[in-house]
């Protein structure tokens, strides 16, 4: 018993926080490590016993096979496997891209029509929801592909499309626009865009200060005059090759896979229902004596939803609209199920079976979509800081 | 003042000095006709959506039901039932089909004469699910010891054979159906909760190393589809250990599940624990209680009960996710309807369309029951704060 007055308490070593914090730390790190060393010991014998190489040098070695749809030039005899890569991830961007427009449209038209005063439009918003976010995802694109799609009628009995397209089991054919001198033109349409996004991000400051341009009418004019003035001087003409109908085949034309509609239907409605959710209880978040304050204030309800609800909601909203997103890109990686070519498909399907280099290729993919999370999350957490409201 | 004191009769002003006699209340607006006109036609825009709505019901309402029940074929031995004739020009669902094949769906392959240990089986997941559930329980911990130490062990020994008590062998490859998605699904929750638990506290922990490596865990793991991490665990791990470890198809894709879920649980915990104020820990110290003793007596059991809900939407997840085996070669419920479906004994115009249906069927009961419980717990642990 050591009480002498001033002397520190003698705590034994290992009683003390901090040598235990540490401790327990060591011994995380050592079995991390001998797990790591485990795995590295076997996968070394694993391969040699197998004869599979390591390392990426398959990323310049000739494909070999074809994929149904490429938006870079790619042919199977002269194409790497690197190249093929660039095609899937390519195909996966063009369909999370595409599915997140989709997706957001009809979201926000769900979860605004969920709190409709229109008992009928809320309650049809209700069970759309109810139904879509209890079946399962891989289902639901079965069901487009192979009861709806792979359903309707073959090449001979193809449905026309109004403007010379044709609609079978074999997908979408429509007319191709082809543009002559088209650099100039894109490169203007670029710059319009960027134009566009600037003004609007400069008039968000400045309508704070009242003083605001007509939003709509100077965002269409700077999206659509620079690309039209650029065609002008360049000089560039539009014609389109229209789908020729053969015995066996369509030819030419711009043909949309099937797999690809019923991927990009199937995931756009699947994230709808979720949007709508996060739209809905973005908007009930924001308190009643708001709608209340716009209404004495003659605001008529369209007006209040535009001018009060959606901007204050909006900051609820975009944290599960973020998640949603990047849940619709990881999730595009389901196209094996119908055989879309995206980057799964081709990487982790057709390359991994011609290579058997498995780790690189999982972890290639892996780190793929972790850079398209990560980078998400970064750009939307940006806008989510630019929307809030400064608060006084 | 003045006023008041002036008597009465040389005033010009009147006072009333008996009460007024009861006027009945206005009727309020009511009826089925008021309620037509708030909620069905309150602004001509409005009205518009009304009709285009009803519209839309006329629409399709009428050949679902037509297809799904009245024109749908109950009975029959093979395609022939299923196709148009002259009694039924236009048949509707094939359920004859689910019928024949319904046995396929629930087991998959499982040998005939052993199917009464899956039964077995299917029962005493239920009586855990129904102990864990029930909030108002008889001795839930020992309901919670039976669902994630007894039921497991007790379901291995049952389901893949034990020949020293009787039960011959069956391999997994021979597992399938309903069997095996709530294989995954069950064991998916069994390791991801205490998993998740661990990640969420190691996330929170003031331990740098410890913090780091459950951030990086479950950033990676949600940073990825669902579908690598199986790829991963399916090509990957056999490559991980020794050749005579190597682990059979379902197992590896059970790895998958489980490193998955445990990183979307570890999030719902985690939000679980930020809900718990700081002064509870600081009281839990004060009475000299550990980290541990402060974790499982004060701070859990209040996370974890908030956390029910969510634990319950994020099962719902994880249970539509337990599809995607599929890509590795397991025979789950929808992998057994693929396969049906292409059957050439019932290969009919209707015949993918009817398993889809019933796949669809039988998802959402399941998912829908689960978010009802979870409305439901929500609801009554919301009922503290409604007070």
């Known amino acids: 018993m050591s009480r002498a007055g001033s002397a520190a308490p003698t705590v034994p070593l290992w009683r003390r926080p901090r040598v235990r914090s540490l401790l327990w730390q060591v011994l995380l790190c050592l079995a991390v490590a001998a797990l790591a060393w485990f795995a590295i010991v076997n996968v070394t014998e694993n391969l040699a016993r197998a004869k599979i190489a390591s390392g990426f040098g398959f990323w310049n070695v000739t494909a070999g096979f074809d994929i149904s749809q490429t938006l870079i030039a790619y042919s199977a005899q002269a194409s790497t496997y690197g190249r093929a890569f660039w095609v899937g991830l390519l195909n996966t961007l063009l369909v999370a891209g595409l599915g997140i427009v989709l997706a957001t449209a009809l979201g926000f038209t769900v979860g605004i029509a969920r709190l409709s005063q229109n008992y009928l439009v809320a309650k049809l918003a209700g069970w759309f929801v109810e139904l879509i976010r209890n079946i399962p995802l891989l289902l639901q694109l079965l069901f487009w592909y192979n009861a709806v799609l792979k359903a309707l009628p073959d090449i001979r009995g193809s449905i026309a499309v109004p403007g010379g397209g044709f609609l079978n089991n074999r997908g979408l054919f429509l007319p191709d626009p082809q543009v002559t001198a088209g650099g100039p033109v894109l490169a203007a349409l670029l710059g319009g865009l960027a134009a566009a996004v600037a003004f609007g991000l400069v008039r968000e400051r400045l309508g704070a200060l009242g003083r605001g341009a007509p939003r709509v009418v100077v965002t269409l004019l700077l999206i659509v005059t620079p690309p039209l003035v650029a065609a002008l001087v360049a000089g560039s003409t539009v014609s389109f090759t229209v789908p020729e109908m053969g015995r066996f085949n369509i030819r030419g034309g711009l043909e949309v896979l099937p797999e690809f509609v019923a991927l990009l239907l199937g995931l756009s409605i699947y994230t709808a229902a979720f949007i709508a959710e996060a739209v809905r209880a973005g908007l009930m978040a924001v308190p009643k004596g708001q709608t209340e304050a716009a209404h004495a204030l003659g605001l008529r309800r369209g007006a209040t939803l535009r001018l009060v609800i959606v901007p204050q909601a909006m900051r609820v909203i975009v944290p599960p609209l973020t998640n949603q997103y990047l849940n619709l890109t990881k999730n595009s990686s389901l196209a094996v199920a119908i055989g879309y070519p995206d980057l799964v498909q081709i990487f982790t399907g057709t390359v991994l079976n011609n290579t058997g280099q498995a780790i690189e290729v999982v972890v290639i993919t892996m780190a793929v979509y972790l850079t398209i999370s990560l980078a998400t999350s970064a750009l939307m957490n940006g806008y989510n800081a630019w929307i809030t409201p400064t608060e006084r | ?387």
């Open chain 2, 1 to 387: 003042m003045t006023d008041l004191a002036m008597p009465a009769h040389k005033s010009v002003a009147f006072v009333r000095t008996t009460p007024a006699p009861r006027v009945p209340r206005p009727p309020l607006p009511g009826g089925p006709l008021h309620w037509v006109r708030t909620n069905l036609f309150p602004t001509p825009f409005n009205g518009l959506l009304t009709l285009l709505v009803v519209l839309l019901f006329v629409w399709t309402v009428p050949p679902l039901v037509r297809f799904l029940f009245i024109d749908a074929v109950w009975m029959g031995t093979s395609r022939d039932a299923c196709l148009p004739s002259a009694a039924n020009p236009d048949p509707g669902a094939c359920w004859a089909f689910v019928r024949t094949w319904f046995s396929f769906f629930i087991y998959g392959p499982y040998p005939m004469a052993e199917r009464w240990r899956v039964d077995v089986f299917f029962a005493l997941l239920a009586f855990g699910t129904a102990w864990l559930l029930w909030l108002d329980a008889p001795r839930r911990g020992l309901g919670a010891a039976f669902f994630f130490l007894v039921l497991p062990v007790v379901s291995f020994v049952l389901l893949s054979g034990f020949p020293a008590i009787g039960l011959p062998t069956v391999d997994t490859a021979s597992w399938g159906g309903l069997l095996v998605t709530l294989v995954v699904a069950s064991v998916g929750i069994v390791v991801s909760l205490p998993a998740g638990i661990l990640l969420a506290l190691g996330r929170r922990s003031t331990m740098p190393a410890v913090r780091l490596f459950s951030i990086g865990f479950i950033e990676l793991v949600r940073g990825v589809p669902l579908i690598t991490v199986l790829f991963m665990a399916s090509v990957m791990l056999p490559l991980f250990v020794p050749p005579a470890w190597s682990p059979d198809k379902l197992l590896r894709a059970l790895v998958g599940i489980a490193i998955f879920a445990s990183a979307y649980m570890a999030e719902v915990v985690r939000a679980g624990l930020q809900s718990i104020p700081k002064g509870q820990y600081e009281a839990a110290n004060a009475l000299g209680l550990g980290y541990w003793r402060t974790l499982g007596l004060v701070v859990l059991p209040q996370a974890l009960r908030v956390t029910i809900p969510n634990i319950v939407n994020n099962t719902i997840a994880l249970f539509k996710d337990t599809t995607l085996v599929f890509f590795v070669g397991i025979f789950d419920f929808l992998r057994t309807i693929e396969i049906a479906r292409v059957d050439p004994n019932w290969a009919t115009p209707v015949t993918s369309t009817t398993g889809y249906a019933f796949a669809a069927i039988f998802y959402f009961v399941a998912c829908h029951f689960m978010s009802r419980y979870a409305t439901g717990i929500e609801r009554r642990l919301a009922a503290g704060d409604r007070r």
